[in-house]
Nanobody
């Protein structure tokens, strides 16, 4: 069993930065692929970024490439999402996810093993 708790969301002006954190419980954290998804207002949840258990492989949605960076610290059971050059269209509820499959399957967001409760990010223009 893995529990995920996100933090770090908030209100920021366009062009600003935020760093989201996801704290995971459970001794097997280091074996899970971790990801971030988001759900904009009135839209479906979408993939943002994912990172392999080792941290070697990472993948990003085209809309955030070059602006967002996912990272993890297996010793601390933490995963992070550094978000720079934020845009109003980045406004969403951001979710942390953990899955036993690889990055290539987690990014589809189906049958994911564990989800966090989400943290709100609002970018003002």
């Amino acid at each position: 069993q893995v529990q995920l708790v996100e933090s770090g969301g908030g209100l920021v002006q366009a062009g600003g930065s935020l760093r989201l954190s996801c704290a995971a419980s459970g001794r097997t954290f280091s074996s899970y692929t971790m990801g971030w998804f988001r759900q904009p207002p009135g839209k479906e949840r979408e993939f943002v970024a994912a990172i392999s258990w080792s941290g070697v492989v990472a993948d990003y949605a085209d809309s955030v490439k070059g602006r967002f960076t996912i990272s993890r610290d297996n010793a601390k059971n933490m995963v992070y999402l550094q978000m720079n050059s934020l845009k109003p269209e980045d406004t969403a509820l951001y979710y942390c996810a953990a899955d036993s499959r690889g990055v290539g399957l987690l990014k589809f967001g189906r049958d994911v093993d564990y989800w966090g409760q989400g943290t709100q990010v609002t970018v003002s223009s």
